[in-house]
């Protein structure tokens, strides 16, 4: 993880996406959690070509916690997207997690 604290801002959306589809649980689940942070220093268009697709894949992912992560997330990610973009790329991710059979996922 120590390569990670030098990394420059062009770095970051490959870096955080690595960790998104880390194959442990746990490091997907800590990526996630700071989701909203980091796309705070992302550019608009990188965070819909890069981040949301990760994140649409996550929507689906086989660990409860991940999915209830990205669920208390996403509401804040939408700060940074407009209305179209919002409706465009986070609301088909939040649909998906509506209807989660966790319910831990739907009612964050």
Known sequence: ????IHASKDQLPAIVNNLLNDIEA??????????TDICKNLEKNVIIE?????LQK???????????????EMSALTAALSNEDTV????????????DENTTVITI
């Open 1 to 4: 993880m120590r390569e990670y």
């Open 26 to 35: 746990e490091v997907r689940n800590a990526a996630a959690s700071h989701i």
């Open 50 to 54: 890069i981040i949301l697709p990760t």
């Open 58 to 72: 996550l929507s689906n992912d086989s660990s409860d916690s991940v999915r209830a992560t990205i669920a208390s």
């Open 88 to 99: 465009t790329h986070v609301l088909p991710i939040l649909l998906c997690l509506l209807r």
